[in-house]
């Protein structure tokens, strides 16, 4: 099979919520995070770690808090858009159990203070690699960060020390009959991109 | 000339600091950053802007607030390492005004607050995908946020609104003589995986 192009790739990326029940290999989960390994950190400090839940009762006690987190911050809010990222997100929230592999990427925090905004450049980037890879390999992803307000109880679950914090949660699988890779829309480049300065 | 592979590419990212005076074509940065904005975002919000500056006069002041920002959270560290990467970024320290191209990452906050942690993945992902692209053009980047002492500066020189707040700065042009890509030290993903509970 000839390897995945990087441009490819790139733009094949998309969120992916409704995923078939199969597991995914463990083989596969060891090259996704590797490359995931891959990425930069400050300082090459490496500073992260990567905790993949597929126990069906685990996952059912994180679906439970990732729903209440869903209602609490979006699906409460009456400004919320009604279109079909909507619709495919609560799909997710309303079926979190199902999905075959959720991976917590972790970055050690120090002392169990909440990480500054700049200390996500030397995980979201480790977390990105972790969903281009898995795109390379057919999985489908989608990076969320509805389980934040039970952020507490996800890490006694999994037994996360306090001086590490989670960055996301990561939802994984191989797409269900329908979904598809690319053509996920985005704005021109040219509208969000400036010389010199902004404006220019 | 075919098109780089995805793997290849995510073993091909290292930190690169020495850079080649040449520019980078506008078209290159056009298609760099249009692969930026096919990450995610939370909600598709897309919430970036990509400020690219080489006009070496602003390329000279944002130098020496880098600089500072190196001196004062880094170099001046009695328990700083002093080993290749400490080398290497103290020589772009030094040599910041001489890079061909910096791109700030810009994200909308809201009302001039500092962004919380987690709204990093709406940034950080699509700055991963800015440096794999230019990796796979043969472009050397390196992410940094020593600007970030100065970023009120930083802001007022390139015009950066209010309601933005730059992620990071990161460095750019053809690597000089010397550099080279590939081969970026890692611990073993085996060491920073755990399954269904840490330690596990």
Same mark, same amino acid.
Request: net charge negative.
């Given at each position: ?95 979190? #159990?199902? *999905?075959?592999?959720? $991976?917590?990427?972790? /970055?050690?925090?120090?002392?169990? %203070? @909440? ?17 281009? #890879?898995? *795109?390379?390999?057919? $999985?489908?992803?989608? /990076?969320?960060?509805?389980?934040? %307000? @039970? ?34 829309? @985005? ?14």
């Amino acid at each position: 099979m000839p390897e995945p192009e990087l441009f490819e790739t790139l733009y094949a990326q998309r969120a992916i919520r409704r995923f078939k029940p199969d597991p995914v290999p463990k083989e596969i989960l060891e090259r996704i995070i590797e490359a995931a390994t891959h990425a930069p950190s400050g300082g090459n400090r490496q500073p992260w770690a990567f905790v993949v839940v597929t126990d069906p009762a685990k996952k059912e006690r994180i679906a439970e808090w990732y729903h209440e987190g869903w209602v609490g911050m979006y699906a409460s809010d009456p400004n919320r858009p009604r279109n079909a990222v909507y619709r495919s997100a609560e799909y997710l929230a309303e079926h979190m #159990a199902e *999905t075959p592999v959720l $991976i917590f990427p972790c /970055i050690a925090a120090g002392g169990g %203070r @909440r990480p500054s905004f700049q200390t996500g450049s030397s995980i979201y980037p480790a977390a990105q690699n972790l969903m281009l #890879a898995a *795109t390379a390999l057919g $999985i489908g992803t989608v /990076i969320t960060t509805f389980h934040m %307000r @039970r952020e507490g109880e996800v890490k006694e679950l999994l037994g996360i020390p306090d001086d590490y914090v989670t960055a996301c949660m990561i939802a994984m699988g191989y797409p269900a009959e329908g979904e598809r890779f690319g053509g996920a829309g @985005r704005r021109p480049a040219s509208e969000v991109t400036y010389y010199e300065s902004w404006g220019g």
